[in-house]
């Protein structure tokens, strides 16, 4: 039985990251999965914060994707076009997510890590560790990675399987054969959430996300197919279908969530590290990476270096927005923010840099103020009146966000 320091199972970002910052340093480390570098159902959109974590493994000429320079945001018939700035950080990139896997992948086994091309079927624990069971045989180590995504094997063995109140579903199709430069946002109401067309190299992917206890993928699928008839016109050969649960935690669930134990860390999407309203979690994936890597690598008690840094580095932003999701999606709040959209250069500012990942949860009450969009600004933060001196309990600590 071949044994290592860590047994890492997941070979997307998470996992990929963190086996290199590993391996680097010498430890024994191997990479358990039978599927990466693969297609992944999500838009594929990385940031300029997560291409910044990655730069010192792989070169930016390794990463091919198409650089967004606009976005559009749709509600209720009304549109509208914002740029996205140039300067600076690199504003958002889409990718093909085996091409992004693939490298990361491929770093971590140039750095000395051993890759298991195999499903990790079982997971045993041991005097020493774990013994993790594939299809290809069995491997042993004293730590094990889950980095396996929202159904995470390692998550189920050590925890428990996502409620379905902390899951959002997302549905949609890649469009082969069409592509652009600008991300596409249309808000829903029923169910509550947005569609999004994020354009890769050779294929639109096309999706629609909402609270999985709130809908179904038969509910979703419509509205995709709507909107590529009447922005994209492909056809019915060009489609493909995918769906697939992504976390979205509960503010509840964030506070209470356990992210390691003896023997066991759960990185990125295994351990629901999401973020709540856009659903994006390739940056905190890659933050988790780290955090487990240092824990590993420092002098401490690495369990509970990692549960410290997480909940510090990562849990906190999560929380504020999960505060602040069911005011986003509200029809009146949406309606607010694409009239401000439109004639505020200040508020394209402030989504501009949401969208690409440079605006925190923790800062935007401030740069709301800022803007002078009072208005949507109390909305947003369910403020009844200018001051969050006369907010309730509640809405004061959402307005601490």
């Not at 990466?36 to 838009?43: D, I, L, N, Q, V």
């Not at 038969?218 to 492909?234: C, D, F, H, K, M």
């Not at 949401?354 to 909305?379: H, I, N, P, S």
Request: charged fraction near 25%.
């Amino acid at each position: 039985m071949a044994a290592f320091d860590v047994v890492v199972i997941g070979a997307g970002p998470a996992g990929s990251r963190a086996a290199w910052r590993l391996a680097r340093e010498g430890a024994r480390v191997a990479i358990i999965d039978g599927s990466h570098p693969r297609e992944k159902p999500c838009g594929g959109g990385v940031t300029g914060r997560a291409l910044a974590v990655v730069a010192d493994a792989v070169s930016a000429d390794a990463l091919e994707g198409v650089t967004i320079r606009t976005a559009t945001f749709a509600w209720d018939g009304r549109v509208t076009r914002m740029e996205l700035p140039a300067t600076g950080e690199t504003p958002l990139v889409v990718m093909r997510r085996r091409d992004f896997d693939r490298v990361l992948r491929d770093a971590a086994l140039a750095a000395g890590a051993v890759a298991v091309d195999a499903r990790a079927t079982g997971l045993a624990r041991t005097n020493r560790g774990w013994t993790i069971t594939t299809r290809g045989g069995a491997v042993h180590a004293r730590w094990v990675l889950g980095a396996d995504g929202v159904t995470s094997l390692v998550r189920r063995r050590v925890l428990r399987a996502f409620d379905r109140a902390d899951l959002s579903m997302a549905t949609g199709y890649y469009v082969h054969g069409a592509s652009s430069s600008e991300i596409a946002i249309a808000f829903e109401h029923q169910p509550a959430g947005y569609l999004w067309s994020f354009p890769r190299v050779d294929h639109l992917a096309v999706g629609v996300c909402a609270q999985a206890d709130d809908t179904t993928p038969s509910t979703l699928l419509p509205l995709a197919e709507r909107w590529i008839e009447q922005n994209v016109g492909a056809r019915h050969d060009q489609l493909e279908r995918y769906s697939w649960p992504i976390p979205s935690l509960s503010v509840a669930s964030l506070q209470s969530l356990p992210v390691s134990g003896d023997g066991w860390m759960l990185l990125g999407d295994a351990a629901g590290l999401v973020d709540p309203i856009t659903r994006e979690g390739i940056f905190f994936a890659l933050q988790s990476a780290d955090a487990a890597a240092d824990a590993l690598l420092g002098r401490g008690e690495p369990s509970r270096a990692y549960t410290d840094r997480v909940r510090r580095a990562i849990v906190s932003e999560l929380v504020r927005a999960a505060r602040l999701k069911a005011r986003f999606f509200a029809p009146a709040f949406v309606g607010l923010l694409i009239t401000a959209l439109e004639r505020s250069a200040g508020i394209r500012a402030v989504m501009a840099d949401l969208v690409a990942g440079r605006q925190t949860y923790r800062g935007l009450r401030r740069r709301l103020l800022r803007t002078c969009e009072f208005r949507l600004m109390f909305d947003f933060l369910g403020l009844r009146s200018g001051s969050a001196r006369t907010a309730g309990p509640h809405q004061r600590r959402a307005a601490s966000a």
